[in-house]
């Protein structure tokens, strides 16, 4: 039972914060995130042309270590899709000196793990290990990816797990949906390829594993960034060590693709689906174009965020859909703008129409000035805490190196979507997010979605 004075002290507190709550019922806004600061780096390049960044930053007594290679499916023929993922998968499994258990070790001794990653544009080994370990990371990252000894025994196990990634990711809805779209924009080059057949990936040999790496690995490819708290001499001696004769081996492959602007309505056919998954997209400007940030600005109030327009029309007020999201995909000097959501299947023509309903408006008058201003604090400030780690900085170096982009990308970043206007999101939707040149694809129930999407043109499967 509560004391008297006990009771007199929690209904004193109560009553003060119903004063509190009554005299504001709003909270106070939030001042303007502050701009993205970069840390001081160091970048310097080896006579071979493999070029190294070194990012000092923070007191933790942790380092990370990524070794960047300009390969990824970009680099495949039409008969070799993923190979480059199994490429960078096998380098892992042991190089000339050591075996897979021997590289899981030695990373593990210095307090952390390593990672393969392959991309379309490129692939990258990563470790983030305890500081006095930097210079050791880095040789043993170059031993990965100048010693790979593709071995036979590991082969099959990593083709059969392929295999069954390939299984799954076909009996989800949004990556077969995925996979029609890119197919769709890109029908004859490499980013319209997303998955490889069965038959394709079991005859893959360390033959033609081998032949790829030689063909496409070298230094002129190579940019290595260490990123935290690290000892700049040792770890600079230690990539001229590892690194310094390494043969150049090719330049960069240049080969931006040609995508597909076209009103097309593709329909995949998934009998006795509850919901229809919508893709609705076209190729728009990639982050070399001086409109970008603009775009992304854009993208975020119409479908981008959780208090965009898409999400509030088909989420929150007509329950159409849980997660709806659209975003930019962008590679070297390619990006698309894609709008994606799961519907009920009942809904498939009412949630596409709203969806172009909010395309269409934005297209017709520019938005509120505090609407805009709501969704530029919400892009600043995502973008500095999302790049306040060592790792996050080393995300944003990458996407400068790709792109061609200069630092100024970065430490304007924040001011720039802080510039733009309504007017010129009206602008940037009416060029470049033109609702009849879309592709829409939509996996679902054909007996169900079929005549729902015959309101928008001819419906393909």
Known sequence: MLKKSTFIICAFILSLLALVTAQQKTPPQGSAPKPFVLPSTHTFTLDNGLTATL??????????????IRVGNLNEAADQVWLADLTGELLKEGTITRNSKDIASAAAEMGGELAVTVTPDQSWVNGDVLSEFGADMVHLQADLVRNPAFPEAELQRVVNDFVRQV?????????????????????????GRIFPSEELLRSYSVEKVRAFYEVNYGAARAHIYVSGHFNSSKVKAAIREAFGDWPSGPEKLVNPPEAVTQRR??????????????YIGLPVIDPSHEDYVRLLVTNTLLG??????????????????????????????????????????????????????????????????????????YMAGTFVLNNSSRTGIINQLMFLTLHGLGKEYLTEYVERVHTVTPEEVLHITQTYLDDEKMTIVVVGDRDQVKGQLATFGEVVE
């Open 55 to 68: 990012i000092p930053y923070g007191t933790l007594p942790k380092v990370a270590v990524r070794t960047v």
């Open 167 to 191: 299984s799954i990711q076909k009996s989800q809805p949004q990556a077969l949906a995925l996979e029609r779209f890119r197919k769709l924009l890109y029908p004859n080059h490499p980013y």
């Open 265 to 278: 309505i593709n329909l995949l056919n998934r009998p006795g689906a509850p919901q229809s998954t919508l």
């Open 304 to 377: 981008g965020s959780f208090s965009s327009r898409i999400t509030s029309n088909i989420r929150e007020d007509k329950g159409y859909t849980y997660s709806p999201n659209s975003y930019v995909s962008i590679r070297y000097r390619d990006a698309c703008w894609i709008q994606v959501a799961d519907v009920g299947t009942e809904v498939t023509e009412a949630a596409l129409s709203e969806i172009i309903h909010e395309i269409d408006r934005l297209q017709r008058e520019p938005p509120p000035k505090e609407e805009l201003k709501g969704i530029q604090n």
